[in-house]
Each structure stands twice: as C-alpha cells, then as structure tokens.
C-alpha cells in the first residue's frame, strides 16, 4: 500500500507539474509581480489554493460535473475573460508611466492568485476532468491520501511560481528601460490574449 501509494504521488507530481509550466495567465502575473518582490510566488500560490483546494473538496464530494454544464462553461468563459482583459489592459495603462514602479498588477501577489486562477475556465475543465481521476485515485487511500495528494500538488504550484519570481526578481538590475516594458507588454498581451480566446471559445 505505502509503495503503490508512493508511486501515486509520484505520478501526480509529474502531472501537476507539466499543467503547471505550461505558460499562461498565472505565469504572466507572477513575472509582473515578482519583479516587484522575490517572493511574490508564495503569495500567488497561496492565492491559487484557496481557490484550488475547496474546488478539490467540491470535486471529492461530487459537484465535477457542474463545471461540465454549457451554461457553467460560458458563465465562467465570459467571466474569466473580461477579468483577465481587464488586467491585461491595466498593465498596458501603466506601461506609458515613467516610474519603474508603476509597471505592475493593479492587485497584490495574494489576491492576483485568486483573480488568475478564479478567471481561467481552463483550470476548472482541468480539475472536472483530469483532476476528478487524480481525486478518485487518491480518495481510495482515505481522506489522509487525498488531504497528502492536495498538498504535494499545490506545493507543485508554490515551487514554481516562486521559482519564477524569484528569479525575476533577482535578474531585475539587468534589464533595461526596453527590457521591463518588453517583458511587461507581453504579459499584458497573454492576459487580454487568453481573455479574448476564454470569451470567444465559450461560443466555438
């Protein structure tokens, strides 16, 4: 039981981490906020959980299916694209400041977690289908396998947003003036990008 249990996480590691590094809204904000501060990743992880840990509860105590509804689907599309445009578009507005600290996201790491996740349809469709059998899986180990898989893929979350951050915010002195609105521009154009496709796709 301890080794099929062992490779279980194993496995599940290695799922959560390849949605995880996959580039996207949470990536972008967390490039956007750890250039402010190293260790905005934690923060932004602790953002995703307390959206991502009582979706996994909802998902163990049966509500997957909810999130597979049309009307669930274009809810959450519609909502979570005007959100993201409206960040992305907030970056853009800053990004014609002078002052260094005016590129950024209008919201602090903890709550820029929350927002990045709660906006992207993807990561619910994710958990409703992937997530659902990583959940049943872990479930057949007792609450204490699924209360052990929930932390081992959000810590998945925490070392790479704070990889990320980190990083950024240590290579910061590098960059010059083009570099930061660079780098600042194309995190605005993945958030209004995947806001745009997120709002389209829900009619596709």
């Not at 009582?54 to 274009?74: Q, S, V, W």
């Not at 909502?79 to 950024?104: C, E, K, P, W, Y």
């Not at 899986?137 to 951050?165: K, M, P, R």
Request: include cysteine.
């Amino acid at each position: 039981m301890t080794e099929s249990f062992g490779l279980f996480l194993l496995s599940a590691a290695g799922i959560s981490l390849s949605g995880v590094m996959l580039p996207g809204p949470l990536t972008a904000a967390t490039i956007a906020k750890g250039y402010h501060n190293g260790n905005a990743g934690i923060f932004i992880a602790l953002g995703h959980g307390v959206v991502e840990i009582p979706l996994m509860a909802l998902i163990y105590l049966g509500f997957a299916r909810f999130f597979t509804y049309p009307e669930a689907k274009i809810a959450i599309g519609l909502a979570g694209g005007l959100m993201l445009i409206f960040m992305g578009a907030m970056v853009v507005r800053n990004l014609t400041r002078s002052q260094n600290t005016a590129l950024d996201l209008p919201y602090n790491s903890l709550v820029t977690g929350i927002v990045m996740t709660g906006a992207n349809p993807y990561f619910f469709i994710w958990w409703a289908t992937i997530g659902i059998a990583l959940i049943a899986t872990a479930a057949g180990f007792g609450i204490l396998g699924l209360a052990i898989f929930a932390v081992v893929h959000w810590s998945c979350d925490l070392l790479w947003e704070q990889f990320i951050s980190t990083v950024v915010f240590r290579t910061k002195r590098l960059w010059t003036r083009k570099v930061e609105i660079i780098v600042f521009s194309i995190c605005a154009l993945v958030l209004i990008g995947f806001g745009i496709w997120f709002c389209v796709s829900v009619f596709a």
